[in-house]
């Protein structure tokens, strides 16, 4: 069987290329900063578009399961970011964002040296958004699909 | 707010051009015309390929919800067994396919003339298949996003 | 192992005792009959109470999947209705409700000769309310739990 | 609206009384502490039980989002761990367990002093198990459900 779905070829999809006020992205820059998981995890942005946020995280000894592999609820933690912030990106000014739920499944261990997370908007309400996140780790230049969730943000 | 992220531009993505042996393309076949539920609601196969599965069905006053839009539970009845066959096109002959689980955001009240819903194989694994699915309504020839699916299939 | 966590030593928990306001009830009934799917499917309402609903339907051979189950996307039709109107009830007269998003875990193969799906409300907000669903199938006298529904509904 | 379906009164289950076997209960105690990520969040078992383990921790200013309430990351770190060791609970000795996916509802702000996860299994099979996990905080002495998962564990 040599159909592997999680190559870019079959996985990958256009990123929007829309860019984000400056306004809004400082107040996207601004929460994520303040999110102190979100350091004690060692999480950087990489990337934030209207409609969707790349995060990125180093693999860390103290943050995983029984085999070394990162904790699931750590992949979530890093999704859940890049999803709630993919939502804020698309808020009005004021609006702050909370989680109501999330369903994630874990594809393949997630091992590797570096995680990277993206998060994008699949539906924009004026109350809800929906969104999807997919978590890529990195090991020995290569990248692999590990985790994908879907998840609902509310607006505040 | 003018992005759209259910326009093709932003969800669609690259579909499998890999063919599916007769041998297996039967086998869907023969599976579908078994479950009775598609034909009561009236559903057909659109295209097969490896690990991707479109399926779909007319609009039935009969199968709606308090609004007249298709009820959920019928959306997901489309998709889920749009996914349970891209999962069982990349399984080897002699097995068969259950839903172990499924989670399904409604994006827009399912409203149109026609639904089609594909689905996907994410992960391919021995035992368990991760797969996605998503339904589209047409109305008024344009085709809008109402429904993704996140569904774990296993391998009996 | 002969730990068994679907009986109902396990599973049950208590019922609300809270009876529906006359006109509430009225609202859920006349909701519940408009969705003409409900007819289809042969689903009736069995009790209605405060945050708790409970359906029921026969099993019908037009309704299965291949090995002649209830389809797992009926088993959710039922399930769905019976959160929805669990939500519905308790929602001050005029609000409408719609699915934002479920995720059901299928247990056991929808055998049997009727089933019967509980909606009970876990958290009622003013514009979203989480609810649980669980579906029994009767097969000669026993029942057991064949699928659980964790569901986000919206006030409208 | 004094309807609260939160109160024990509406949520509690029986418990289940059913001890585990010493060498069981000690995998269970010795794959945890090999979780770095339950130390690092100052996670520890509460009580063990065949089906059903809980876990608790503390309040953790470096775990927080942007308003200083817990990760909803880290409340599924709690909650998919409390899961996970229910599953391998009931599993075979030798056998280890995975995470497959996992679905969870953030009912309400993870504001508290301390947090306690109960999961528990909701049916065992030979290869998955569909497991329940419920997260309190409590607060001033108050406990109240902050989230629920509904996850699935596969046995290795």
Chains 1, 2, 3, 4 share one sequence.
């Not at 984000?20 to 929460?31: C, F, M, N, Q, T």
């Not at 995890?41 to 029984?66: C, D, F, K």
Request: aromatic share 6%.
């Amino acid at each position: 069987m040599d159909f592997d779905p999680l190559t870019p070829r079959f996985y990958a999809r256009p990123m929007t290329d829309k860019s984000l006020s400056d306004d809004i992205a400082e107040r996207v820059r601004a929460s994520f900063a303040q999110q102190a998981a979100m350091q004690s995890i060692g999480a950087s942005i990489v990337r934030l578009a209207a409609g969707e946020v790349e995060l990125t995280m180093p693999y860390r000894a103290e943050l995983t399961q029984q085999h070394g592999f990162l904790h699931a609820g750590i992949v979530t933690t890093l999704a859940d970011s890049a999803c709630g912030y993919a939502a804020l990106s698309l808020m009005p000014l004021g609006s702050d964002v909370l989680s109501v739920e999330f369903k994630v499944n874990l594809l393949r261990p997630a091992a590797g040296q570096r995680f990277r997370a993206v998060g994008s908007v699949l539906k924009s309400g004026r109350t809800l958004m929906v969104t999807r996140g997919d978590v890529w780790a990195t090991q020995d230049d290569q990248e692999v699909l590990i985790a994908t969730m879907l998840a609902t943000m509310i607006r505040k």
